[in-house]
């Protein structure tokens, strides 16, 4: 079998979709990855074939929640229109016009200059099957083109799917979405259906207790952490004789953003009255503090040494640790975070604070509870088990080659 991935570039949505290319390819089919030109490198690290389609770009996050800068640190908080629709009542025109500035300033951006090319190589190509990442349209269009089977590819809730299908259960009178597919269409001779936007099925590697579902055809897999090269450090090794709380808060905030929505320095300070080693994976300097501080460590290892996790509730770093049954306290802000945060509450395997109440007072607060009350880590094993309990992407691989649509 033929399987060529599609993606936008950027590492977080990447990531997730590794182990199962590489299952693939163990597996004995022909995997490619097309991106722009730009992630050549980030595919090929991976240990992945590249194609490189479409033109170099540079990251368009800001312009996809806002053309002003200033705009979209205060978009940063919470699901954009239209996408929050997945969460809360929202009217049609409102949707609309959500969708209309999502194409314009987001998927219009990440796509437009991938089409020509991906559906040139998958014409050529010819595969049987194409996953693409769930806005990365442009593997539907080529996968379409050519006569692929395809799939689309979730990283976290899919607020895409349940905001499409509330959408269309408004019976709107004009759909920007499907306007814009259809266009494509037209292009490359095939008809519009729904499969261009939700996929003819969808891979969702999140367990049923966090998930957030439309009435669409979803298959499970195990979440498997890919955190790109890397080296274990020497001193996570070493034995520790006293409960390890380690703060991470991801890529996002500092190379996307302004920075991170809490005081590193004086959360750290904070953490550092309870008896425990503390340790923050951040990308500030922050001078001299009663904690290590390090740029990176691969989290898959890091996760099982600790006691707590603290992070932002990103989908691929409060998996990863969800994996090792370790309670977490979520800080969240960006786009999905909120909302698996609280979907993580509910779990009960952790805390959450929204990021504009993490004061480092209740920080400290909140991980002494998780640290000290037996029940978080009791139900943090049985998210574990939970998600072990999904098909492995080995699994998910040989599903695919016995019926690949």
């Given at each position: 079998?033929?399987?060529?991935?599609?993606?936008?570039?950027?590492?977080?949505?990447?990531?997730?979709?590794?182990?199962?290319?590489?299952?693939?390819?163990?597996?004995?089919?022909?995997?490619?990855?097309?991106?722009p030109?730009?992630?050549?490198?980030t595919?090929t690290?991976?240990?992945?074939?590249?194609?490189?389609?479409?033109?170099?770009?540079t990251?368009?996050?800001?312009?996809?929640?806002?053309?002003?800068?200033?705009?979209?640190?205060?978009?940063?908080?919470?699901?954009?229109?239209?996408?929050?629709?997945?969460?809360?009542?929202?009217?049609?025109?409102?949707?609309?016009?959500g969708?209309?500035?999502?194409?314009?300033?987001?998927?219009?951006?990440?796509?437009?200059?991938?089409?020509?090319?991906?559906?040139?190589?998958?014409?050529a190509?010819?595969?049987?099957?194409?996953?693409?990442?769930?806005?990365?349209?442009?593997?539907?269009?080529?996968?379409?083109?050519?006569?692929?089977?395809?799939?689309r590819?979730?990283?976290?809730?899919d607020?895409?799917?349940?905001?499409?299908?509330?959408?269309?259960?408004?019976?709107?009178?004009?759909?920007?979405?499907?306007?814009?597919?259809?266009?494509?269409?037209?292009?490359?001779?095939?008809?519009?259906d729904?499969?261009?936007?939700?996929?003819?099925?969808?891979?969702?590697?999140?367990?049923?207790?966090?998930?957030?579902?439309?009435?669409?055809?979803?298959?499970?897999m195990?979440?498997?952490?890919?955190?790109?090269?890397?080296?274990?450090?020497?001193?996570?090794?070493?034995p520790r004789?006293?409960?390890?709380?380690?703060?991470?808060?991801?890529?996002?905030?500092?190379?996307?953003?302004?920075?991170?929505?809490?005081?590193?320095?004086?959360?750290?300070?904070?953490?550092?009255?309870?008896?425990?080693?503390?340790?923050?994976?951040?990308?500030?300097?922050?001078?001299?503090?009663?904690?290590?501080?390090?740029?990176?460590?691969?989290?898959?290892?890091?996760?099982?040494?600790?006691?707590?996790?603290?992070?932002?509730?990103g989908?691929?770093?409060?998996?990863?640790?969800?994996?090792?049954?370790?309670?977490?306290?979520?800080?969240?802000?960006?786009?999905?975070?909120?909302?698996?945060?609280?979907?993580?509450?509910?779990?009960?395997?952790?805390?959450?604070?929204?990021?504009?109440?993490?004061?480092?007072?209740?920080?400290?607060?909140?991980?002494?509870?998780?640290?000290?009350?037996?029940?978080?880590?009791?139900?943090?094993?049985?998210?574990?088990k939970?998600?072990?309990?999904?098909?492995?992407?080995?699994?998910?691989?040989?599903?695919?080659?016995?019926?690949?649509?």
């Amino acid at each position: 079998m033929r399987v060529l991935f599609a993606t936008y570039p950027e590492s977080t949505v990447f990531q997730p979709m590794v182990p199962l290319a590489w299952a693939l390819r163990t597996a004995g089919h022909e995997v490619r990855v097309a991106a722009p030109p730009v992630f050549a490198d980030t595919i090929t690290a991976a240990g992945l074939t590249a194609v490189p389609v479409g033109r170099e770009r540079t990251n368009t996050w800001r312009r996809l929640l806002s053309l002003d800068p200033a705009e979209a640190e205060a978009d940063r908080a919470g699901l954009p229109s239209p996408y929050d629709a997945a969460l809360r009542p929202v009217g049609v025109e409102e949707m609309r016009a959500g969708y209309e500035r999502m194409i314009e300033h987001g998927h219009k951006l990440n796509n437009f200059a991938l089409v020509p090319g991906l559906v040139e190589f998958a014409r050529a190509w010819q595969p049987d099957l194409v996953i693409w990442e769930a806005t990365t349209y442009a593997g539907a269009i080529a996968a379409k083109a050519c006569g692929a089977a395809h799939a689309r590819f979730l990283w976290s809730l899919d607020v895409f799917g349940v905001t499409r299908e509330r959408f269309l259960a408004l019976s709107p009178d004009a759909d920007p979405l499907k306007d814009w597919l259809s266009g494509y269409g037209r292009k490359y001779g095939f008809d519009f259906d729904e499969s261009l936007i939700t996929g003819e099925f969808t891979l969702d590697a999140l367990p049923a207790s966090l998930r957030l579902d439309a009435d669409l055809d979803y298959r499970s897999m195990q979440y498997v952490p890919y955190n790109g090269p890397s080296t274990v450090p020497d001193w996570l090794q070493r034995p520790r004789d006293r409960p390890r709380i380690c703060l991470t808060l991801g890529t996002s905030a500092t190379e996307q953003f302004a920075g991170y929505t809490v005081s590193v320095k004086d959360t750290l300070a904070e953490l550092s009255t309870l008896d425990a080693e503390v340790l923050a994976t951040v990308a500030d300097d922050l001078g001299p503090v009663d904690a290590r501080v390090v740029p990176f460590v691969p989290l898959d290892v890091l996760a099982p040494t600790c006691d707590v996790v603290i992070n932002h509730a990103g989908p691929g770093t409060f998996l990863t640790v969800a994996r090792h049954g370790v309670p977490q306290l979520t800080v969240p802000w960006t786009f999905d975070e909120p909302a698996l945060a609280a979907r993580a509450a509910d779990q009960g395997g952790s805390l959450t604070l929204p990021g504009d109440q993490a004061t480092p007072t209740a920080i400290r607060e909140h991980v002494a509870r998780l640290l000290t009350e037996p029940e978080f880590r009791e139900r943090a094993a049985a998210l574990r088990k939970e998600i072990h309990a999904l098909p492995t992407p080995n699994e998910v691989a040989h599903e695919l080659a016995r019926c690949p649509s």
